[in-house]
């Protein structure tokens, strides 16, 4: 909007002064999101949680993201994108100081309930970064800010460290101060020209909804909700489950993880450059019918078969090794981002004038389906005894996202 006059050098010169500020804040916003992942291991244990209780924990932060997103696009076309990210990493701040002083489960809730900031950051820094992005570079630029989803990895990592040396309390005073100084970068280093609100853009309900006037829009929407929610679904997951299946340590278990969450992080970036150059439709399919093939054979639970011989019975035990479950769950995560990249492009693409907007239904729909996703995990998982049903349910749910995508597609 008020950068169209812009030149593609300019362009390329602001983009490179907001575009890593904007890719740093939402890697530390992903982190806070997604702290539980790790930390929520030794909550677990110190609170006694069942599976239920602890599913809850671990969606809570999403649900809030998901109320929060639209709002946070809205206020960013209004008062300017730069105001709202550095509003969300000072909220963020004050959620990590709260950490320190909570000792409840409904302590941990709503705190839990605060990091939805993130989601908030997200839709305002997606506004950020495309007012100074180039048409033929947008899948690119937008795949980039997506790919700092990567801080939600990096908790795999540096929160066990982080505890092991100074116990539960230095994680969140650690992410606090480095949450102040991100907040303090973009005060210094930015100016709200960079991404300037426009106070008389219409925001009512009734405008708001005829950019969402046709079922294929909708479609759009959620087929990025359920593929971006599998993904952070999964990261949430991982951990437990891989130290649980494998009788790993949570810290080992954590560190596997690490390679289904970056991975898929940095394919968004392969996802949103491939869009630009053949288009959004193809980079999708090709990514779902992957993550299908993944899928399948995650889903299948160590069984042992029973062969009656000649004399005897006998056992045969069949399981995935530990490297190849770690190789499907990587290309799992490879495909699941570069399906989300293409499906950014696609979306922000044709919503580039309310970017922000798009941003927000965008997380709404994959905070939504993430929040679901973990209690239902627990819940099936409680109920049918079987410790892959999260693969089998995020295979149906993929398969038909595919199918609806490729007929949306070919029309």
């Excluded at 050098?9 to 999101?33: E, H």
């Excluded at 509003?87 to 941990?108: D, H, P, Q, S």
């Excluded at 106070?199 to 359920?226: C, H, K, N």
Aim: charged share 10%.
């Amino acid at each position: 909007m008020q950068l169209s006059s812009m030149d593609d050098n300019d362009r390329l010169t602001s983009l490179a002064v907001v575009l890593p500020l904007a890719v740093v804040g939402f890697v530390i916003s992903a982190g806070c999101w997604t702290i539980f992942a790790v930390a929520g291991a030794h909550l677990r244990n110190a609170l006694a949680l069942g599976s239920l209780e602890f599913g809850l924990l671990l969606a809570m932060p999403m649900a809030a993201g998901a109320l929060l997103a639209v709002p946070a696009g809205i206020a960013a076309q209004k008062s300017g994108a730069r105001r709202i990210m550095i509003a969300c990493l000072f909220g963020l701040a004050v959620c990590m100081a709260l950490l320190l002083v909570v000792e409840t489960l409904t302590g941990y809730l709503l705190v839990a309930a605060g990091l939805g900031l993130a989601g908030g950051f997200y839709s305002a820094g997606l506004q950020f970064v495309t007012c100074h992005a180039s048409a033929r570079h947008m899948g690119l630029v937008l795949g980039i800010f997506g790919a700092g989803v990567t801080g939600a990895g990096l908790n795999y990592y540096l929160v066990p460290l982080i505890m092991q040396a100074f116990s539960w309390e230095g994680v969140p005073l650690a992410y606090l101060i480095v949450l102040l100084l991100v907040a303090s970068l973009l005060l210094l280093l930015t100016e709200d020209s960079d991404a300037r609100g426009d106070p008389d853009v219409e925001t009512s309900a009734r405008a708001l909804l005829r950019r969402l006037d046709s079922p294929r829009v909708w479609r759009q929407y959620l087929y990025f909700g359920v593929v971006a929610g599998s993904f952070f679904s999964l990261a949430l997951w991982l951990p437990d489950f891989m130290s649980s299946r494998f009788l790993l340590t949570m810290e080992t278990g954590a560190r596997l993880a690490l390679w289904f969450v970056i991975p898929g992080a940095l394919a968004q970036i392969a996802g949103g450059g491939l869009s630009d150059r053949y288009g959004a439709g193809p980079v999708v399919v090709r990514s779902l019918g992957g993550s299908l093939v993944a899928l399948f054979v995650l889903s299948y639970p160590p069984m042992t078969l029973f062969v009656q011989g000649i004399e005897s019975v006998i056992a045969v035990e069949v399981a995935l090794p530990l490297f190849l479950e770690a190789f499907f769950i990587v290309l799992l995560g490879i495909a699941l981002g570069s399906a989300m990249g293409g499906l950014q492009r696609l979306v922000i693409g044709e919503n580039r004038e309310a970017a922000a907007f798009a941003a927000g239904l965008l997380l709404f729909t994959a905070c939504l389906v993430a929040f679901l996703l973990p209690v239902l995990f627990g819940a099936v998982i409680h109920w049918v005894g079987v410790g892959t049903a999260m693969f089998m349910i995020l295979f149906l749910l993929l398969a038909a996202s595919l199918l609806y995508f490729a007929h949306d597609n070919r029309r």
